[in-house]
């Protein structure tokens, strides 16, 4: 099983419709996560981080975490064509220092 | 406050020669991570590096790769003897001590031919 999972689309959604990127890990003791936006061809850059159970919400960015079912997932309300891109979920674990580690990304495309 | 910085943006390689990859963390940061990024694939953990300790090297491959980060300069990462299969981007992350967001530099480009 990979350590952090996604699916890897794409996902398309129409202009002002909410997009919902999940993700799973493996690894119960991780306790930090983050999602990546990454452009084609630039770096990735971090949008949300999340640390604790439930909901943590952004501009129009929503992240929920669920350590039970070891479930992480953003939420991107009213979508804009500019939002189209590759999200990349990544989980921290512990290796004498925090690893980052990150799934192969969901590619959402939001069309006009 | 400069970002995490890579150089070079792109390097072009023959195959057999060296690559040398730079990255020059965001002040206060004292980790360093390296990642891979084959074309339409997602990032690969490679190092992770503590001034001048690596922590955890699990995703290096065993030959031709090694990475450093001195008390002083940037880290450095080295690829010796480079393969077709080694063309791809190579991202650099900074993170300071007390917090685990990390933060990407532009990434260099490696192509071998």
Redesign the interface.
Known sequence: QKEVEQNSGPLSVPEGAIASLNCTYSDRVS??F?W?RQYSG?????IM?IYSNGDKEDGRFTAQLNKASQYVSLLIRDSQPSDSATY?CAV?AW???????????TRLFVKA | NAGVMQNPRHLVRRRGQEARLRCSPMKGHSHVYWYRQLPEEGLKFMVYLQKENIIDESGMPKERFSAEFPKEGPSILRIQQVVRGDSAAYFCASSPPDRTEAFFGQGTRLTVV
């Open positions: 306790q930090s983050f990546y630039k770096s990735p850059e971090l981080s990349l921290n290796t004498g220092g925090f690893k980052t580690i990150f799934g192969a990304g």
